[in-house]
């Protein structure tokens, strides 16, 4: 969650309150729409670029 929490804030500059009045599902949502806009405006040079979801171990609950 602190994983998500953090580039949401850092790419939306959303205060901590309002990340985390954001319900698991759509704040995983937010994480895929902005990886997917950096994907689109950073090149690549061949090499798929990572999302921060990707990066994300599995929660171990």
């Known amino acids: 969650m602190f994983k998500e929490m953090a ?5 939306f500059h959303w ?3 309002e990340v985390l009045g954001l ?4 704040r995983r949502r937010w994480c895929r ?5 950096n994907a689109s405006i950073t090149p690549s ?3 798929k670029e990572k999302s921060i979801l ?6 171990q609950w």
């Open 33 to 37: 729409e902005i990886s997917s806009i």
């Open 7 to 11: 580039f949401i804030s850092y790419y």
């Open 54 to 59: 990707d990066m994300s171990p599995s929660p």
């Open 15 to 17: 205060p901590e309150h």
């Open 23 to 26: 319900d698991h599902a759509t």
């Open 45 to 47: 040079e061949g090499r």
